[in-house]
């Protein structure tokens, strides 16, 4: 009689070739049938429940097409409010600096944007709404270490709160049309869905001030500009889980 | 050798087969007695349901009930309230309907649904047990329903962390093949494999000690 082959023979070994008791265990677990009065009575309680309310729905965009539109609301946020507040920081940053700043942030937004896709669908693959905010909130603080100088700590809070403040502006209805957004999908985990988009609420936020802010001191921007992304991803957290627990409760 | 149609439940199993130990259901084997390759595959009835189809809404219920029902009476934390559990993953699905797309595997997407129902009760669970009084004299706890093989289960699969609890019984009781553990787990395909891998040594160590005990 050939010996069947175990699906965890990738795990197992040659030891997964012999017949396993744990294997019987699961598989008496696995084809026990349920108890059929109790399984009748709920698929007549669910067919009661969903035949009632059976309406035609147009299926949910790709997770590309989704991630596309996260980052259309981000760019757009970020240059129209960085255009209108005028682009004096933009004027002052070497070719070199631009380059690799936007193209960081466009590479983290692209991280978060697709996190946030993932999040609005069930099952659409791993969820990285932590690690596009570890991303930006340890890669953005080496990057300006690397481009900029100046550690003088003289007015740095006079200075950083207008920064500060300007950005988390921009990142709350930044992050509110984020919202409407991944509104349109069922999201099961609140939290990670929203550290996703407050990520990318506050990068439009950085993104922002880069365009915005002419202060190039290394110690002004790496403290009040990356704490907007930060602001923004744990207040969106937070919210999260508030209303995550109100609704369980 | 019968044909298997792409997507059908008949490949849902067979493409587990040879050398799974999951075999299709009885109770869904009875159900279908008829020529298996005839039956409509859970994705056209999932079409069907977001067309407001209604026989493939009710024959789509009826066929996925029993493997949601199944993933939650094996798991000993929601065996009291199943029933309630089912329902709640179905009225979930039936609100996210529209975030599923054809040709995405439809079980992984049941599951995730069926797994953040069964997250939140426990959470609610704990959150209402921390406000309860303790009465002076504890009502008699019911005569114990399960058999000797469910308790065996039980007691090796409480001493795995609950992450790897729940690839174990994904992957072994739920037939849900390693790819779609993970798109279920919101994981990939190589730490569902991990986490396998660890349960396994764990559940290995456990019987052999109990092997041994018997011996002695």
């Given at each position: 009689?050939?010996?069947?082959?175990?699906?965890?023979?990738?795990?197992?070994?040659?030891?997964?070739?012999?017949?396993?008791?744990?294997?019987?265990?699961?598989?008496?677990?696995?084809?026990?049938?349920?108890?059929?009065?109790?399984?009748?009575?709920?698929?007549?309680r669910?067919?009661?429940?969903?035949?009632?309310?059976?309406?035609?729905?147009?299926?949910?965009?790709?997770?590309?097409?989704?991630a596309?539109?996260?980052?259309?609301?981000?760019?757009?946020?970020?240059?129209?409010?960085?255009?209108?507040?005028?682009?004096?920081?933009f004027?002052?940053?070497?070719?070199?600096?631009?380059?690799?700043?936007?193209?960081?942030?466009?590479?983290?937004?692209?991280?978060a944007?697709?996190?946030?896709?993932?999040?609005?669908?069930?099952?659409?693959g791993?969820?990285?709404?932590?690690?596009?905010?570890?991303?930006?909130?340890?890669?953005?603080?080496?990057?300006?270490?690397l481009l900029?100088?100046?550690?003088?700590?003289?007015?740095?809070?006079?200075?950083?709160?207008?920064?500060?403040?300007?950005?988390?502006?921009v990142a709350?209805?930044?992050?509110?049309?984020?919202?409407?957004?991944?509104?349109?999908?069922?999201?099961?985990?609140?939290?990670?869905?929203?550290?996703?988009?407050?990520?990318?609420?506050?990068?439009?936020?950085?993104?922002?001030l880069?365009?915005?802010?002419p202060?190039?001191?290394?110690?002004?921007?790496?403290?009040?500009?990356?704490?907007?992304?930060?602001?923004?991803?744990v207040?969106?957290?937070?919210?999260?889980?508030?209303v995550?627990?109100s609704?369980?409760? | 050798?019968?044909?298997?149609?792409?997507?059908?439940?008949?490949?849902?199993?067979?493409?587990?087969?040879p050398?799974?130990?999951?075999q299709?259901?009885p109770?869904?084997?009875?159900?279908?007695?008829?020529?298996?390759?005839?039956?409509?595959?859970?994705?056209?009835?999932?079409?069907?349901?977001?067309?407001?189809?209604?026989?493939?809404?009710?024959?789509?219920?009826e066929?996925?009930?029993?493997?949601l029902?199944?993933?939650?009476?094996?798991?000993?934390?929601?065996?009291?309230?199943?029933?309630?559990?089912?329902q709640?993953?179905?009225?979930r699905?039936?609100k996210?309907?529209?975030?599923w797309?054809?040709?995405?595997?439809?079980?992984?997407?049941?599951?995730?649904?069926?797994?953040?129902?069964?997250?939140?009760?426990?959470?609610k669970?704990r959150r209402?047990e921390?406000?309860?009084?303790?009465?002076?004299?504890?009502?008699?706890?019911?005569?114990?329903?399960?058999?000797?093989d469910?308790?065996?289960?039980?007691?090796?699969?409480?001493?795995?962390?609950?992450?790897?609890?729940?690839?174990?019984?994904?992957?072994?009781?739920?037939?849900?093949?390693?790819?779609?553990?993970?798109?279920?787990?919101?994981?990939?395909?190589?730490?569902?494999?991990?986490?396998?891998?660890?349960?396994?040594?764990?559940?290995?160590?456990?019987?052999?000690?109990?092997?041994?005990?018997?011996?002695?």
């Open positions: 009689m050939p010996i069947a082959r175990c699906e965890l023979c990738w795990v197992e070994g040659r030891n997964a070739l012999k017949p396993d008791p744990i294997d019987d265990l699961l598989a008496k677990a696995a084809n026990r049938p349920p108890d059929d009065a109790a399984l009748a009575a709920g698929v007549r669910a067919q009661d429940a969903i035949l009632g309310d059976l309406r035609r729905v147009r299926p949910l965009g790709s997770v590309t097409r989704s596309l539109l996260f980052l259309i609301v981000f760019a757009l946020a970020a240059m129209v409010a960085g255009v209108l507040l005028g682009p004096h920081g004027h002052v940053l070497s070719v070199v600096d631009r380059a690799l700043i936007f193209a960081t942030l466009l590479v983290v937004a692209v991280v944007s697709v996190a946030s896709a993932r999040s609005m669908r069930p099952a659409a791993p969820k990285r709404g932590s690690d596009a905010f570890l991303l930006a909130a340890i890669g953005f603080p080496l990057l300006f270490a900029f100088r100046g550690y003088s700590t003289i007015h740095l809070v006079h200075e950083g709160i207008p920064c500060l403040v300007a950005g988390v502006c709350l209805p930044t992050g509110l049309l984020l919202l409407l957004l991944l509104r349109r999908g069922s999201v099961l985990d609140r939290s990670e869905a929203a550290l996703a988009c407050g990520t990318l609420a506050g990068l439009a936020g950085l993104a922002m880069e365009i915005h802010c202060n190039l001191k290394a110690i002004h921007v790496i403290v009040w500009h990356v704490a907007v992304v930060v602001v923004s991803a207040l969106a957290w937070v919210i999260a889980r508030f995550s627990r609704s369980v409760q | 050798m019968r044909p298997v149609h792409a997507g059908s439940r008949s490949k849902l199993y067979a493409d587990r087969l050398g799974t130990i999951l299709e259901p109770h869904l084997s009875a159900a279908s007695s008829r020529d298996p390759a005839s039956l409509p595959d859970l994705e056209s009835l999932m079409c069907g349901y977001q067309q407001a189809d209604e026989a493939a809404a009710r024959v789509f219920i066929r996925v009930s029993p493997v029902l199944r993933y939650f009476l094996v798991q000993p934390l929601n065996r009291r309230f199943a029933d309630d559990l089912m709640e993953t179905w009225m699905i039936h996210a309907r529209h975030t797309r054809r040709g995405e595997p439809v079980l992984p997407w049941i599951f995730a649904i069926a797994r953040h129902t069964s997250l939140d009760s426990y959470r669970s209402v921390t406000r309860e009084i303790q009465v002076e004299v504890m009502p008699e706890p019911p005569a114990s329903t399960s058999s000797g469910t308790a065996d289960l039980d007691t090796l699969l409480a001493a795995l962390p609950a992450s790897q609890r729940e690839v174990v019984l994904l992957l072994k009781v739920s037939g849900l093949s390693v790819d779609e553990v993970a798109r279920a787990t919101a994981s990939t395909a190589g730490a569902v494999r991990q986490k396998a891998h660890r349960a396994y040594r764990t559940l290995r160590t456990l019987l052999g000690r109990r092997e041994k005990r018997v011996e002695a």
